[in-house]
């Protein structure tokens, strides 16, 4: 079926939906032997699964230990086949994975699990020429001026959330936050601006979002795909497959379409001088399928892990009245208070890490962290460790946002070999900027409008894909006067 959508409103994309799982694959190269264990780090010997479910679903009791016990780097075992996952904690290591040469660190690869709802074409799981030739389509959205189109429709759409809440009320915060930035996704970043559209939307989005892991391990066993969970998921992804493709041509006929300033507008005009061309180069465009793509992405990559960076954010000032005035006075201080407004956001995401790993897998063989690995080996610096470091974050059990701001801290800012929220190197997430932006934005109409004092202790639990507060973030906002 072609991937451009446009001439008949009525043409059934469930055929595209369908393609797409049945492609997908967790096993890899079917020619690729087994790793023996003598040519990797060490690591446990449980059974593939439990090291997977582990993995998975108790990353932030399993990173540290396998850190206590096998040191900088060690081995995982993984389903299917037990393919190998070896992690590095060292900044040294992590700067050679994300420096390494892409024609042989493919992240893709290393991103498979998520290809069943994302899609072959979205950047996480594109390598080589066609990564190349998306992200320089896609990266135009996401650069500066852009981002200051963005930043209004965003301040509108967290002032009117923000304004409905009640004077003296205590509730998660990630509940609230995790609806904010999905109105956000689907209204400046999908440009959906109709509220019936929305209302369809918002239930598709939701259940893609919160999608169990024992789902994504399913995708190795494709029998799984006509039972109960992964049935009931692909049905989901059919449905918002059939709203995103409908936006998409309703979009392609619209004649505003220079003077829009949603992202999806925009990615549609990149490459609109021509028609042709799939290089990259001039009249090179994204097609319907390859927006569809990138859109999913976006809001995989965008909407809990900023609402739990934002959650978590509000629970930690809420925590410190001091910190809380002087993140009122950023927030209230316009463009002078922005860069403290992003280090909160930063430091959130340091002490509160949303994804535990960031990944490579091997095309050829390479040396990693002094280890001479084989091709088929996944790579990859661990988060969690990386950001809980003394060596390299000093009392990293503190909430000190001034890390980021070398002004007032007196040490240089935490390298992009340590800070590792948004990845590394050439696949280093593209979102990034839009993510700070739309952090801080929240930011300040929260604190403008609210005081905020965090309800109880909290600690990170898995949920879905992401680490969020296991008891919500819980806070109380009372109005200021």
């Known amino acids: 079926m072609t991937a451009e959508l446009t001439d008949d409103a009525t043409v059934d994309t469930r055929p595209l939906t369908l393609q797409r799982f049945r492609k997908a694959t967790l096993i890899g190269d079917p020619d690729q032997p087994p790793i023996p264990r003598s040519e990797l780090p060490p690591g446990p010997r449980w059974p593939a699964l439990v090291q997977t479910i582990a993995l998975m679903r108790f990353r932030h009791q399993l990173h540290p230990y396998l850190h ?66 998306a992200r320089k389509l896609v990266m135009p959205a996401f650069l500066g001026h852009a981002l200051r189109g963005y930043r209004a429709m965003v301040a509108e759409v967290a002032a009117e959330a923000v304004a409905g809440w009640k004077d003296g009320e205590e509730f998660e915060s990630l509940d609230r936050m995790n609806a904010l930035t999905l109105e956000i996704i689907l209204r400046v970043v999908f440009g959906v601006t109709d509220e019936a559209r929305l209302a369809e939307l918002r239930p598709r989005v ?44 309703e979009r392609r006929e619209a004649t505003d379409l220079a003077e829009r300033k949603d992202v999806l507008s925009r990615l549609m005009a990149a490459g609109e001088e021509g028609r042709t061309g799939r290089s990259g180069g001039p009249g090179d465009r994204l097609d319907d399928t ?112 001034e890390r980021f701001l070398p002004e007032l801290s007196g040490a240089e800012a935490p390298s992009l070999h340590v800070w590792i929220p948004f990845g590394g190197g050439v696949r280093r997430c593209i979102g990034a900027g839009f993510s700070l932006m739309e952090g801080a934005e929240i930011l300040r109409e929260v604190l403008t409008s609210y005081d905020v004092a965090a309800v109880g202790a909290d600690r990170p639990q898995v949920r879905n894909i992401t680490s969020v507060p296991k008891r919500g973030a819980r806070i109380r906002v009372t109005r200021r006067r």
């Open 206 to 249: 939701t259940a893609t979002v919160e999608i169990n892991p024992a789902i994504l391990l399913g995708w190795a066993y494709p029998r799984l795909q006509r039972l109960g969970p992964w049935r009931r998921t692909i049905d989901n992804q059919v449905e918002l497959d059939r709203l995103i493709y409908a936006e998409i041509r």
């Open 290 to 401: 390859e927006l569809r793509d990138q859109l999913v992405t976006l809001l995989l990559a965008g909407h809990e892990t900023t609402a739990s960076a934002l959650s978590w954010a509000l629970y930690e000032l809420g925590r410190d009245p001091g910190l809380m005035a002087r993140t009122q006075q950023a927030a209230t201080s316009g463009e002078d208070g922005q860069a403290w407004l992003e280090a909160v956001l930063k430091e959130s995401m340091r002490l509160h890490p949303i994804i535990p790993m960031v990944v490579r897998t091997l095309m050829e063989p390479a040396t990693v962290g002094g280890h001479h690995l084989p091709r088929g080996t996944t790579v990859g610096p661990s988060i969690v460790m990386s950001h809980q470091l003394d060596s390299n974050f000093p009392e990293p059990e503190a909430f000190r946002p």
């Open 68 to 133: 206590r016990k096998y040191g900088e780097s060690y081995t995982l075992r993984l389903v299917p086949k037990g393919r190998p996952l070896v992690l590095f904690t060292t900044p040294e290591a992590t700067k050679e994975i994300f420096a390494g040469d892409p024609a042989v660190f493919h992240a893709g690869k290393g991103n498979s699990v998520l290809g069943p709802i994302m899609g072959e074409h979205s950047l996480l799981l594109q390598d080589g020429g066609e990564h190349h030739r």
